[in-house]
């Protein structure tokens, strides 16, 4: 019996070597990937603009920008004390960067492919080779960078607040009635015109008994040069239809319309900012637009002057 004891445990000892051996001499390919919420072309701009790249590789996506140093052409690459990051070629759905931590340089090849798990999002692998030892007790630095990077790609692409600036959703339209009045002015006209336009509607729903649930939308256009035309809007629980003398128009929107939203808080000047991200959001998804952004104010009053600071919904209906 303490033979057969000893034969076992000079066996799993054996085991357990061979196990320890294979471990720390047999390379195994390691492969870690990321889901990006955008088509191929999209996601390859991750991976090869000196724009994008230092929004989410790492270190530099943690450091001001005034802490490195981005070169566009001939090929990008980013400088920062103790970090250098190069692109070194880059194919439709593949891209070879270098990275450098301190003295050690590595080249990383990093693969694009469509996610066949959701339509219009793709997925970036990057495959390591190494032991079981080194992958999991002792992984360096430069690669350890390396995947926390790929990682960030993730969350960084697939949150809009960190990507477009603001958080944007996409939500439905429930305002179904509503009242326009609209004028073409000067742009510096601006607030004053828009305060003259809620005014009349105000006045028009007041004489004519028809509820509004205080709820005031605003959207402009450019005509040409040097002017712009303006919308001003209520929306109202009213089957109420304005003669053509009124100056106002009617217009319903079927409830359940799809539509993005972005909330704004800050100087009103500043507003457009919202509707850049909203448009290019919009074009990433490749979303079709039905009409142009329009302000749901969330501040009380209207006719904001360039310099007051404002709560807005900013509101885009799409397909």
Not at 187 to 215: E, M, W
Not at 234 to 240: E, H
Request: contains cysteine; aromatic residues 10%.
């Amino acid at each position: 019996m303490r033979k057969e004891r000893k034969l076992l445990s000079v066996m799993i000892l054996g085991i357990l070597s061979m196990v320890l051996l294979l471990s720390v001499t047999i390379p195994i390919n390691f492969t870690t990937r990321a889901s990006v919420p955008y088509s191929l072309h999209k996601t390859m701009e991750q991976l090869t603009s000196a724009v994008q790249l230092p929004r989410w590789f790492l270190p530099f996506a943690n450091q001001d920008s005034t802490r490195y140093r981005i070169i566009a052409l001939p090929s990008p690459s980013i400088t920062a004390p103790a970090h250098e990051l190069k692109l070194i070629s880059a194919t439709p759905s593949e891209a070879v960067i270098s990275f450098q931590h301190e003295d050690d340089r590595r080249r990383f090849r990093f693969v694009a492919s469509p996610d066949s798990r959701k339509k219009g999002a793709s997925v970036v692998s990057l495959t390591l080779s190494n032991t079981l030892w080194k992958q999991m007790l002792d992984q360096d630095e430069v690669e350890k960078e390396v995947i926390r990077s790929l990682k960030n790609l993730e969350s960084f692409t697939n949150d809009t607040r960190r990507f477009y600036g603001y958080e944007i959703r996409r939500d439905n339209i429930t305002d179904s009635s509503l009242l326009f009045i609209t004028t073409s002015i000067e742009p510096t006209q601006k607030a004053a015109a828009s305060r003259i336009l809620f005014d009349s509607l105000l006045v028009y729903v007041k004489n004519n008994g028809i509820a509004h649930n205080g709820k005031r939308l605003f959207y402009s256009q450019p005509i040409k040069a040097g002017e712009l035309q303006i919308f001003a809007g209520l929306s109202v629980q009213s089957t109420v239809t304005p003669k053509p003398s009124d100056g106002i128009t009617k217009k319903t929107i079927p409830t359940g319309s799809k539509m993005l939203v972005a909330n704004f808080k800050g100087p009103y000047k500043n507003i457009e900012t919202v509707y850049r991200a909203l448009e290019k959001y919009r074009s990433d998804y490749a979303l079709v637009s039905t009409t142009i952004p329009f302000e749901d104010f969330q501040t009380a009053g209207y006719g904001f002057n360039p310099d007051e600071v404002v709560e807005i919904k900013v509101c885009y209906p799409i397909n």
